[in-house]
């Protein structure tokens, strides 16, 4: 910890007497020192104990240290006699005032020990030399004068006044710069132009003459006449042959057709195409599918079952890792996805999912949906968007949320208003406040003349308008004001005692650009959609299915008849 660093305000007054030979022993061997001690920012301090050094330096060789320990009066004011502290070095009487020059060093500590700071030195001019007549020869006694009469006591000299504040630090670095703002989406392709007109027909040429006919050939020899059949029966129903290159084969174990259904690798399928397989093949799959031509709106592979409105699945799908992956390798700067999906159309009452995502059972974690994204400028684990609607969610939650950092221009939070929970919202910004207030509070203690000076931080008028002050004292019944406003970050405190304990609150109302673009409106009609309903309708005893936003969670159905896990 740095320590304090005191300021002394200093007046050395020196007593000599020179006198006659036979005085010569009654000469007192000190010199007085008054000062009066500060702290680093000029306050003082009073009733104090301080621990002290001084020596006395023969150019800056010390030929005479000692040390006192003392305590100041209430302005911070303490006396000693230089010659009777506790002596550490040298003798008091034996120093040589006639050769060289003297200088005084001053050392403080402000603990009353002996961990000392130096407080300078200063040269001792002509008066202390006086002391050299000490060592010279006595003149001859004089006659004893009378004794004069004794002076009033001078009235006490007023307090110094407060030394000047030290000048302004230098200003701080400038921060890094923020964050690039995301870069917008691609926007829609536009759609193809139309077809031109086809031109018209040219007209039918003349029909040409009709040639000679030419003469019959001769009848070519009768060919071979070929065997009866060219498949032998099959040993049971469904066996379908192959050309193995030279005969066709009637027993294969290759394809089976009942008459309804067709099987690959099995012998008894019970749908229109069954395809299973007992080997392993590539990362390509059982059944490929693959387009190889240069149209780019041709599926891979294309089903549909749409028997009725909000009926029918496209595809099932079922693993014991994943049910679907999707992968795409992106050679361009086009939009990508692994995974896309889309539900359009509909009537009010409709709830459509683009993606849907559900996890249940035992274990340690479920996750409806995961979403990551690395290495890119601009990485979105999840990204939301939603426009055109009465209520607009980006992302809505029904539960709580946690986040390892989150960012916001503005914070608000939204209630049932409390008077009218059936029809209005109550919005507060974050500090439960009609207003975006910002608040500062600490605990000063005023000086020995009753003051003390705030600092805010560096930002603070920057970002606030309209202050509020509120002032208490602690431990003791004393008056405080503000005796400065806020300027250049900071404002003054004064009490009508000294050395107060005063706790101080400051708040500020929001004037950056979010702030002044979004300010908050307190009170909130609900729009029709969310009359009736509730933010938590749990607190008003209400059941879930009233709250705003409730949508009955339900994982897919499963197929008829068939198991989630089934082999």
């Keep these: 910890m740095k320590r304090n660093v005191l300021y002394l305000t200093r007046t050395v007054i020196f007593i000599a007497q020179i006198l006659s030979c036979n005085l010569y022993g009654q000469i007192p061997q000190a010199i007085n020192y008054q000062a009066i001690a500060r702290d680093a920012g000029g306050n003082l301090l009073p009733n104090h104990t301080l621990g002290l050094q001084f020596s006395i330096l023969d150019n800056t060789t010390p030929v005479y240290v000692e040390r006192f320990t003392v305590t100041t009066n209430q302005f911070g004011l303490f006396t000693v006699a230089l010659g009777t502290g506790n002596v550490q070095?040298?003798?008091?009487?034996?120093?040589?005032?006639?050769?060289?020059?003297?200088f005084l060093k001053t050392e403080m500590d402000t603990n009353g020990g002996n961990n000392y700071s130096n407080m300078g030195s200063s040269a001792l001019i002509s008066v202390p030399y006086a002391l050299y007549a000490a060592s010279g020869t006595p003149g001859p006694t004089?006659?004893?004068?009378?004794?004069?009469?004794?002076?009033?006591?001078?009235?006490?000299?007023?307090?110094g006044a407060t030394g000047i504040t030290g000048a302004t630090g230098s200003t701080g670095a400038t921060g890094s710069t923020g964050v690039t703002g995301i870069t917008g989406s691609t926007g829609v392709t536009g759609s193809t132009g139309a077809n031109g007109i086809t031109g018209t027909t040219g007209p039918t040429g003349a029909t040409g003459a009709t040639g000679n006919i030419g003469a019959t050939?001769?009848?070519?020899?009768t060919g071979l006449t070929g065997a009866t059949g060219f498949l032998l029966n099959g040993t049971f129903a469904g066996n379908t042959p192959y050309w193995n290159g030279s005969q066709w084969v009637v027993n294969s174990s290759n394809i089976f057709n009942n008459g309804g259904n067709i099987g690959i690798g099995t012998i008894s399928p019970d749908r229109t195409l069954k395809v299973m397989s007992s080997t392993e093949p590539d990362l390509h799959g059982v059944i490929h599918s693959e387009y190889t031509g240069t149209n780019p709106s041709v599926y891979g592979i294309y089903a549909k079952s749409a028997p009725g409105d909000a009926m029918g699945r496209g595809g099932y799908f079922e693993g014991g890792e994943a049910a679907v992956s999707g992968y795409v390798t992106a050679l361009g700067s086009f939009n990508y996805w692994g995974l896309s999906g889309s539900v359009d159309g509909g009537t009010a009452g409709a709830i459509k999912r683009g993606v849907a995502g559900a996890a249940g059972g035992t274990g340690t974690i479920n996750i409806g949906v995961d979403g990551g994204a690395t290495d890119a400028v601009t990485n979105y684990g999840i990204y939301g968007s939603a426009s055109g609607g009465v209520n607009n969610y980006a992302g809505y939650f029904n539960g709580s949320i946690y986040a390892t950092s989150a960012n916001a221009s503005i914070k608000a939070f939204r209630i049932d208003h409390p008077l009218d929970p059936e029809h209005k919202f109550l919005y507060h910004s974050s500090v439960e406040s009609p207003d975006m207030k910002n608040v500062y509070d600490g605990v000063v203690t005023t000086n020995g003349i009753g003051e003390a000076i705030v600092t805010l931080p560096n930002y603070f008028e920057a970002l606030n308008m309209d202050y509020r002050y509120q002032l208490t004292c602690i431990g003791q019944f004393?008056?405080?004001?503000?005796?400065?406003?806020?300027?250049?970050?900071?404002?003054?405190?004064k009490t009508d005692k000294p050395n107060v304990k005063v706790s101080w609150q400051v708040t500020g109302i929001r004037k950056d650009p979010a702030a002044n673009l979004y300010r908050i409106v307190p009170e909130v009609e609900k729009k029709e959609a969310e009359s009736g309903k509730y933010q938590v309708p749990e607190a008003y005893g209400k059941p879930a299915s009233f709250g705003i936003g409730y949508i009955k969670s339900t994982l897919p159905k499963r197929i008829e008849g068939?198991?989630?896990?089934?082999?």
């Design 478 to 493: 004393s008056q405080a004001i503000i005796t400065k406003e806020i300027q250049n970050n900071q404002f003054v405190i």
């Design 89 to 102: 070095s040298g003798t008091f009487a034996n120093v040589g005032w006639a050769t060289g020059n003297k």
């Design 217 to 221: 050939g001769a009848t070519g020899p």
């Design 562 to 567: 068939q198991s989630n896990n089934r082999k």
């Design 142 to 159: 004089g006659v004893t004068g009378a004794t004069g009469p004794i002076g009033v006591t001078g009235s006490t000299g007023a307090i």
